[in-house]
């Protein structure tokens, strides 16, 4: 049974930084890419970032570039999102989701609440 | 950037009747697109891929067609846990950005 526990939610502050953590399990981790889809509360679903299965190709909506880096450890199976910087536009739940972009986002797991707050 | 957008916004639906919900490419996507249905307090859930094949475990009820810019889900007796809010994806270009469309929700008429 394909698994996505994600981890390392919490309240910051404005300009502050979380790292996201998604364990994956299931699957083969590495014959697939990897996204992070967030929704903001009571809103709809925005893609934020995606890796190709060994972190070569990379990609980032608008509002997160050069501050938010996906990175993933395929010997650990697990897909991680440092994001820095925060604003409080960030807040949301962030799904870790199996799939690239350039395939159907197939696995979705349960999310991480990400609030940023003064 | 390809923008996909969704409608209605809002389908108010008698159970038992059918539910026909659009999403529109603002260019040709093939039939790279899925649609999903979130719950509420739930993780989104794939019900359909390649415009028309239906997920692992999906009802038959469920059916999805179109190409290029223009695709729709129908479903097609509507059942008390259909009521949700959908979802279309595209999935034709790299970086997806704007790959969702703005959802529509399917309510009790």
């Known amino acids: 049974e394909v698994q996505l526990v994600e981890s390392g939610g919490g309240v910051v502050r404005p300009g502050g930084s979380l790292r996201l953590s998604c364990a994956a399990s299931?699957?083969?981790?590495?014959?697939?890419?990897m996204t992070w889809v967030r929704q903001a509360p009571g809103k709809g679903l925005e893609w934020v970032s995606g890796t190709n299965w060994n972190g070569g190709s990379t990609g980032y909506t608008g509002s997160v570039k050069g501050r938010f880096t996906i990175s993933r450890n395929n010997a650990k199976n697990s897909l991680y999102l440092q994001m820095d910087s925060l604003r409080v536009e960030d807040t949301a739940l962030y799904y870790c989701?199996?799939?690239?972009?350039?395939?159907?986002?197939?696995?979705w797991g349960q999310g991480a609440l990400v609030i940023v707050s003064s | 950037e390809i923008v996909m957008t969704q409608s209605p916004a809002t389908l108010s639906v008698s159970p038992g009747e059918r539910a026909t919900l659009s999403c529109r490419a603002s260019q040709s996507i093939r039939t790279d697109l899925a649609w999903f249905q979130q719950k509420p307090g739930q993780a989104p859930r794939l019900l359909i891929y390649s415009a028309s094949t239906r997920a692992a475990g999906i009802p038959a009820r469920f059916s999805g067609s179109g190409s290029g810019t223009d695709f729709t889900l129908t479903i097609s007796s509507l059942q008390s846990e259909d009521f949700a809010v959908y979802y279309c994806?595209?999935?034709?270009?790299?970086?997806?950005?704007?790959?969702f469309g703005q959802g529509t929700k399917v309510e009790i008429k």
């Open positions: 989701v199996r799939g690239q972009g350039l395939s159907p986002f197939d696995y």
């Open positions: 299931g699957f083969t981790f590495d014959d697939f890419g």
């Open positions: 994806q595209q999935y034709n270009i790299w970086p997806p950005e704007g790959t």
